[in-house]
T-cell receptor, first 116, second 115 residues
Framework: AQTVTQSQPEMSVQEAETVTLSCTYDTSESDYYLFWYKQPPSRQMILVIRQEAYKQQNATENRFSVNFQKAAKSFSLKISDSQLGDAAMYFC?????????????FGPGTSLSVIP | NAGVTQTPKFQVLKTGQSMTLQCAQD?????MYWYRQDPGMGLRLIYYSASEGTTDKGEVPNGYNVSRLNKREFSLRLESAAPSQTSVYFCASNRPGGPRNSPLHFGNGTRLTVT
């Protein structure tokens, strides 16, 4: 079974600085998808960025980018120019490409604080 | 454009009571999911339904039952609530036939407390 690990329960960053959140996963599959979700205090789950395992190029979305290392099974999220609104829980998630296995597995989350 | 609607938002139960959490989506999604969120454990999958009429267990199914009433609705039932089921519950759905990288669409969650 696939597992997702986030080794940093809490992180903090100064406003306007850069922070990297770590995620590792375990799978025997070669094709899959990876996601980062943000959960602010409102409890809403918001997709931040996604990465297809078959793509070598790292995904970017404005101030958010990933460092995808397939061989190392690592999928870290970099937030540049951090803003107060970035303070939230961040979850890494894995989705198999197998149509018979339509499950999305989440990591335990990292709580990010942004210091003014 | 409601998306995924969960009810209720909050609920307090006594041990042994039963209740059903309701979830409906208006996006014509095939796949629907129930997760529970506990501090330090992320979101754990309780049950999911790949299509109308089918359901399958996730990581933590014990103590729960589900019904995929139709394509829109996917309910979660606690037959005899226990304090260990105190949690925040999320319903989610996924776009059908689209790329497999399509993200989950989440409801706003139900905070359940069992005393």
């Amino acid at each position: 079974a696939q597992t997702v690990t986030q080794s940093q329960p809490e992180m903090s960053v100064q406003e306007a600085e850069t922070v990297t959140l770590s995620c590792t996963y375990d799978t025997s599959e070669s094709d899959y998808y990876l996601f980062w979700y943000k959960q602010p205090p409102s409890r809403q789950m918001i997709l931040v960025i996604r990465q297809e395992a078959y793509k070598q190029q790292n995904a970017t979305e404005n101030r958010f980018s990933v460092n995808f290392q397939k061989a190392a099974k690592s999928f870290s999220l970099k937030i540049s120019d951090s803003q107060l609104g970035d303070a939230a829980m961040y979850f890494c998630a894995y989705r198999s490409m197998k149509t018979s296995y339509d499950k999305v597995i989440f990591g335990p989350g990292t709580s990010l604080s942004v210091i003014p | 454009n409601a998306g995924v609607t969960q009810t209720p938002k909050f609920q307090v139960l006594k041990t042994g009571q039963s209740m059903t959490l309701q979830c409906a989506q208006d996006m014509n999604h095939n796949s629907m999911y129930w997760y529970r969120q506990d501090p330090g454990m992320g979101l754990r999958l309780i049950y999911y339904s790949a299509s109308e009429g089918t359901t399958d267990k996730g990581e933590v199914p014990n103590g729960y039952n589900v019904s995929r009433l139709n394509k829109r609705e996917f309910s979660l039932r606690l037959e005899s609530a226990a304090p260990s089921q105190t949690s925040v519950y999320f319903c989610a759905s996924n776009r059908p036939g689209g790329p497999r990288n399509s993200p989950l669409h989440f409801g706003n969650g139900t905070r359940l407390t069992v005393t």
